[in-house]
């Protein structure tokens, strides 16, 4: 018997309209993720607007500390958001999150410097980037089980890399108008007021990702639970369930380590990291990172395309492999040409796009569909709040010590934690989701 709160006009649209379903989902995500990564772009630009110090590079520091505060919520949102998709719906968490990343933005758009009413800027900017990594931890849970659960099971990673690729949409979004605000306006005028504009837009445009995630229907996987199962949907017996599926826990920290790290270096912070500390002019470094996260985008469903067809595994072992191989030489390469930055960024984010693109597939298959949230949610946000979070920071502080192989030893690391993983996890294209 189905949840009577749900009828088959709820779940049909997923199965009769999956382009509509999916461009529902994904711009909302992209006003998700353009919200996150505008604080990551334009650090460098704002940085000395809520924080005094005697150098940019401190005063980039605590702005780049505060980016990873704002991730240290994020395993509160995967858990607090995973259970709401597991007992309210997949669609009622992902709007909710919408409306709470927004605001965030909206915040930080108006908020006053340090000039205005000292401290407090810091504060005030402290409290919108917690709200903002509540949000983005539920994001995530609530969206790769989403996105997994309106799959066809022969198509499932072919279409889980819509996510992603809606993911570099929001990036791109937001790079696009660093560059162009860079290019019009001015890295002064930037740095004076015009920092403010991205926020504002953020907060605006997810009235849009509000009416667009409104919209969306119930996934068949969750809408056709027996009335049973809202017994197992209770705080209580959720974590029961986690605790037995606690292997795929445990896979999840696995696989995620590495890929966290390289995701947030690669295709959110190396943009700021080269203009701060290598010297890359501010409107090269981001129209480079346009062209390349443009490049990673088309790119995405080839490595879905091969999941589909090959299996999970051995796409996520090609990400790996290539990483273990490549952290030395593209983080040296790296100096003050934004040609270069972009040629590596594409290098990078072309075998990082093995992982990522088929990670919500992946993932939401290891779970049953009364945990499938929060058990991608809790463990993925644990790990992104400890490694992803901090990546830009240590990056940047290291290479301010001459340190720079550090980070490139401690990539390989853990990306091979992550290679170990994926041998020690079974295969599972094509796996039912129930």
Not at 68 to 74: K, N
Not at 118 to 142: K, M, N, P, S, Y
Not at 205 to 228: C, H, K, M, N
Not at 258 to 270: D, E, L, M, R, S
């Amino acid at each position: 018997m189905s949840a009577p709160s749900q009828t088959p006009e709820h779940i049909a649209p997923a199965v009769q309209h999956p382009f509509r379903t999916l461009l529902g989902a994904g711009v909302g995500n992209t006003l998700e993720w353009y919200d996150w990564s505008v604080y990551a772009i334009f650090a460098p630009f704002f940085a000395a607007q809520f924080f005094v110090d005697d150098s940019p590079t401190g005063a980039l520091l605590s702005t780049l500390a505060v980016f990873a505060v704002g991730f240290f919520m994020r395993p509160i949102g995967g858990f607090v958001f995973g259970w709401l998709a597991d007992r309210r719906g997949r669609r009622f968490s992902m709007t909710t999150s919408m409306l709470l990343m927004a605001a965030g933005s909206l915040v930080i758009g108006v908020a006053p410097t340090h000039a205005s009413v000292g401290i407090w800027a810091a504060v005030i900017l402290v409290l919108a980037r917690l709200g903002q990594g509540l949000a983005h931890g539920g994001e995530i849970a609530a969206s790769y089980t989403y996105i997994a659960e309106i799959a066809p099971r022969a198509r499932r990673g072919l279409w889980s890399t819509s996510l992603y690729i809606s993911v570099t949409a929001g990036i791109v979004l937001a790079s696009l108008i660093g560059a162009g605000a860079t290019s019009v306006l001015g890295t002064d005028t930037l740095r004076d007021w015009a920092w403010r504009i991205p926020f504002l837009v953020g907060g605006l445009l997810g009235i849009v990702g509000l009416y667009l995630r409104r919209s969306l229907p119930e996934t068949e996987a969750f809408a056709e639970q027996d009335d049973d199962a809202s017994t197992s949907r209770s705080t209580r017996e959720l974590l029961r369930g986690l605790a037995r599926n606690k292997v795929s826990l445990a896979r999840i920290l696995g696989l995620s380590l590495g890929v966290t790290v390289v995701y947030y270096i690669w295709a959110v912070g190396v943009s700021g990291f080269a203009i701060s500390a290598k010297g890359v002019p501010a409107s090269g470094a981001l129209w480079g990172s346009v062209i390349a996260n443009v490049f990673f985008m088309i790119t995405l469903p080839l490595w879905g395309k091969l999941s589909d067809r090959f299996g999970r595994k051995p796409v996520f072992l090609t990400y790996g492999i290539a990483f273990v191989l490549l952290s030395f030489p593209l983080l040296n390469a790296l100096n003050d040409s934004a040609l270069r930055l972009t040629l590596i960024m594409m290098i990078a984010l072309f075998f990082l796009g093995a992982f990522v693109g088929i990670m919500p597939a992946y993932f939401a298959e290891l779970f049953p569909t009364a945990v499938r949230a929060s058990g991608i949610g809790v463990p993925y946000s644990f790990i992104v709040a400890i490694f992803g979070g901090t990546a830009p920071y240590v990056l940047t502080w290291l290479t301010s010590h001459d340190l720079q192989w550090v980070f490139a030893l401690y990539m390989i690391v853990l990306v091979s934690i992550g290679l170990i993983t994926t041998l020690l996890t079974p295969e599972t294209k094509g796996r039912e989701l129930t």
